[in-house]
């Protein structure tokens, strides 16, 4: 495994064009971020906190630096963030238990934290919640939910989540759930040819009315068709990468790709090597590869940040936590990306989308809140009723 590692790397230091970027467009990386600070999709310090100390908030001080991990609040900081969509997160093993039950702990956790450090993170809903905590120059905190699982099949619980402060949910995890196929799950699917059944197709109206964002990482390619066929509203990929450089399920094809523009969406770029490169090995140039990759396919109004830290096992090269995204602005100024096209990469294509999708809910406001059921119902599964 070294030897292939070592020899990745001097391939890609032996590319003509493999040249780091300089101390001048990190300084100007880093005053682009200045004025337009980082909103990033995705990060797992949620899980962090689960894993570590059983969610007792009190026992882990990341306002300190806590190099175990990829994420404290002095890198947070030294990384111009702005913004965080923190991931509630529990594993598929909980479908059919105790899904909501982990899934609500999740939530409250991320609400513990982010009341625990009110000098640094602020609460946000709405895009313009987001725009005020920039402004008092606190970090924006908000909730994604990381698997469909978490509602049970139950557009109630769903509901509550928004209640919560939940503004998106990934339809999927890495297992399919009774009404939407994952990308990684390679058990039996009952609806062939589609990645929603008709009360996954209720899920993504009903997160529409709420103003919820309709996450499709981590889903089938035929579900992304299927919610994009569906929803009246952007979508997000809260945390996927092209396939530039991996032809990896958990990765976006081009020919999806080619669809986001007409439904105003948005990828939020990961940073996992294994989705990014196909293997262990990834540095910040091919990151920025792939960010490439998506600009000149479909534009640059379609990117994000969706780095995944404290998610996944590896980082790239020069990428090892939360305090680096200035390196890959750095490396995108060296490739000669503007001023404007960082800032919107960095948060204007999400506030763009968020402000669509809370408009398309307001158009919504005279509907109300769908009632229907799984159909047919789970059964022969523990803690799961008829309906």
């Known amino acids: 495994m070294k030897l292939i590692v070592v020899t990745a790397l001097l391939l890609v230091l ?7 970027a300089s101390a001048q467009h990190l300084q100007t990386a880093n005053q682009i971020l200045s004025k337009f600070p980082i909103i990033d999709g995705h990060n797992d310090l949620p899980y962090q ?10 026992k882990l001080d990341i306002s ?9 609040i002095p890198r947070l900081r030294k990384g111009h963030v702005g913004g965080q969509f923190w991931a509630a997160y529990t594993s598929c093993q909980t479908q059919y238990k105790d899904s909501i039950r982990a899934g609500f702990q999740q939530v409250d956790v991320i609400h513990r934290y982010v009341n625990q450090y009110p000098n640094t993170f602020q609460f946000a809903r709405t895009a313009a919640d987001i725009e005020a905590a920039i402004s008092n120059g606190k970090i924006a905190s908000l909730i994604g939910l990381e698997g469909g699982h978490m509602m049970s099949s139950s557009l109630a619980v769903l509901r509550q989540y928004y209640d919560l402060g939940v503004r998106y949910m990934t339809l999927t995890h890495n297992c399919n759930t009774p009404w939407a196929r994952a990308c990684c799950d390679s058990s039996p699917w009952p609806y062939p040819g589609k ?4 009360f996954g197709e209720f899920v993504v109206k009903e997160m529409n009315r709420l103003g919820m964002m309709v996450d499709i990482s981590h889903v089938h390619v035929d579900t992304m068709k299927d919610v994009l066929r569906v929803t009246q509203a952007p979508v997000i990929f809260s945390h996927s990468s092209s396939e530039q450089s991996c032809t990896h399920v958990r990765n976006v094809p081009d020919s999806i790709l080619k669809m986001l523009p007409d439904k105003d969406a948005v990828v939020m770029i990961n940073f996992y090597n294994r989705f990014v490169n196909c293997s262990d090995f990834c540095d910040i140039d091919l990151v920025a590869d792939n960010i490439d990759h998506i600009k000149n396919l479909i534009g640059i109004d379609y990117i994000g940040m969706g780095a995944d830290y404290d998610g996944v096992s590896y980082v790239p090269t020069g990428l090892e936590d939360v305090s680096t995204y200035p390196a890959l602005f750095a490396e995108l100024v060296k490739r000669g990306y503007t001023e404007e096209e960082l800032g919107k990469i960095a948060q204007g294509n999400l506030l763009r989308v968020m402000k669509k999708i809370e408009k398309v809910s307001s158009s919504l406001a005279y ?6 059921h799984l159909q047919p119902p789970v059964k022969d599964q523990p803690c799961r009723p008829n309906w």
Request: charged share 35%; aromatic share 12%.
């Open 14 to 20: 032996a590319r003509p064009e493999f040249k780091r």
């Open 64 to 72: 300190v630096s806590y190099p175990d991990i990829h994420t404290d």
């Open 367 to 372: 509907l109300a809140p769908y009632e229907e």
């Open 195 to 198: 990645g929603l059944n008709t």
């Open 49 to 58: 906190y689960r894993k570590i100390v059983r969610n007792q908030v009190e």
